[in-house]
């Protein structure tokens, strides 16, 4: 991985002697709130329902063991012994101290970690494929373009006052499992005619309020270009986006507003102005950097492990475990091994200090000292030999973390919610912890399949329902909390946007709801089709007839 | 108005823990509580609207609390509570995980 150069350290080092005279400031009074507001906000640290919330950067969603004890150590010392990961690869504490948030930030940057550009109208973490480096159908590591564009926008002086907040995710594979079709920038890397690998560009996707898909504006990029062109599609947002109303500011209106081919007009000419500029990538730079995300060297071993199928095929826990936790990884004799924090009737994408070490542990014992993070709130160890499966599985068994559900219906994405976060309209996790505990059945999930659910306690979407196979919607009507259903959303290569059902739902009938929806797909389903494929084929018709007529 | 009354919530800075006001008749100033059992609670809009003054005033020369607002409080099984969910959650406390957090040390952590 990445390790800080002396810039890089000088940086996050001066960031928070900055922050820690902004506190003090504040707290003696020299401040108002009014003016201290975007100074910690700058600094990852929001005012939410309950306390203060710091969100600590994860770039694109990778941390070793040190990184991740540190973590968990924070979590310890300075809050309430957990954090929550997010769906944009990051972790957020939820309890802690206004005055302790400067020894924090010193903690994070003792590990090359921190919190800036976490929030505000900013380049955000560049997010990416959590088996970058170890997927068998990746094209090339997307971690070195992510820490490329991570170097170019931090702290870039003409993008820290953009209309709205930016997010890119970049991916090396076919297979999305970045979402790069609901960002504001999707890198897909692929091979040009003449066989060199470059980039796709997508511009445009969001969910919020007003979902979008992006549009794909340029079909192959050379990687030499990469900076220039994110330069000219941030300049063309800078100058044309909106900055009347926030509900219209983010780059997916602007390109909706301008429409894509104007826009792509207007970036293109700029590009051509700066394409030789200084932000040409230089080869060296680009081998430097790519040198950090050398493959470890991976023993030459078998494909297959007796070890793994000798267990397997005596416990039905381990093999559903390997079923849909396991990946297969580029190396023979090697798996990704998925570690869900989805457990029955928990919050998803909490883990406590504990865990977060025993899985800092685990990464140095199994995994080349790798530990990502996944856009769907999971934690995942690379690159783990195949015939010590069984051993990992029984030490994350110890602190309930070999939940059998990766990919299934109770790995469910969501947002805080109401429970803690100030702009909610209702609550999430307990919709999510009450599925996960009327889906526990181990039988039953696997025999449903594929299915995601996505759940948003408000309209700012940040549980994707939009792009959930089943979303749902938290909202406040009448004083009460109510939720929408969506169906037929993906964030996936084939993505597409949830319709909404019909009306909604009180909080105590939304499960019986989504279990209805699950009869249906599993009377309709023709051989092995997902619910997205029977949803797209037979329509909301059959859905909406069994919900409603019993509702 | 609605329920009994009218309580002045905020945040308190140092933490931003959530932090109620109560008038405390030693020094004429407010005091900030963190139960809402232990609030005052405002019987007429007219003395909502002073404990809200003196609560802003508070805030401003001694950066004790930031957003302070009121909100209408009924009796609900002999228990002080929020008329509207979302400030029954922020009194209580997430009403998830109440083993972890501010709401397993909270004695009267969330029913709702």
Known sequence: MYHYDEYDHALVKDRVAQFRRQVDRRISGELTEEQFRPLRLMNGLYLQLHAYMLRVAIPYGTLDSRQLRKLAYIGRRYDKGYGHFTTRQNLQYNWPKLEETPDILSELAEVEMHAIQTSGNCIRNTTSDQYAGAAADEIEDPRIWCEIVRQWSTLHPEFSFLPRKFKIAITGCEDDRAAVRVHDIGLIMKRGEGGEVGFEVIVGGGLGRTPFLGKHIRSWLPKEDLLSYLEAILRTYNMLGRRDNKYKARIKVTVHETGAEEFTRLVEEEWNEIKDSA????????????AHFKAPSFRVLDAESAEQEERAARDP???????????????????????????????????????????????????????????????????????????????????????????????????????????????????????????????????????????????????????????????????????????????AEDASLGKILGRGFSADQVVDVVDQLVDVYLELREDDERFIDTFRRVGQGPFKERVYATA | MEGIGQVVIASRLSDGLVVFVRESAATGRVDWVLQLADAEIADSDERAAVLLEMALRDAGERQSVVDAYLIDVKEESGRLCPTKYREAIRCFGPTIRTDLGEQAESSSAAEK
């Not at chain 1, 932000?279 to 790519?290: H, N, Q, S, V, W």
């Not at chain 1, 190396?331 to 406590?352: C, F, H, M, Q």
């Not at chain 1, 996944?374 to 029984?394: A, C, F, I, K, M």
Request: aromatic share 4%; hydrophobic share 40%.
């Open chain 1, 279 to 290: 932000l040409k990538l230089p080869k060296e730079e680009m081998d430097r950097i790519a």
């Open chain 1, 317 to 491: 826990a381990f093999a559903s475990w390997i079923r849909h936790n396991t990946v297969a990884h580029k190396a023979p004799g090697y798996a990704i091994a998925n570690i869900s924090l989805k457990p029955v009737g928990l919050p998803p994408g909490d883990a406590t200090s504990d865990q977060m070490d025993l899985i800092a542990d685990l990464a140095e014992e199994f995994s080349f000292d790798d530990v990502r993070v996944t856009h769907g709130q999971n934690l995942v160890l690379p690159h783990v030999e195949r015939s010590r499966l069984p051993e990992l599985y029984d030490r994350l068994a110890t602190a309930g973390l070999s939940t059998a559900n990766v990919g299934l219906l109770s790995d469910i994405i969501c947002c805080p919610g109401l429970d803690y976060c100030a702009l909610a309209n209702a609550r999430s996790i307990p919709i999510a912890t009450q599925l996960s505990e009327r889906f526990a059945d181990q039988g039953r999930l696997s025999l449903i399949g594929e299915m995601q659910i996505k759940i948003s306690g408000c309209i700012n979407a940040c549980g994707h329902h939009h792009v959930g196979h089943i979303g749902i919607l938290g909202v406040d009507r009448k004083g009460e909390e109510h939720y929408q259903i969506q169906l037929g959303g993906s964030a």
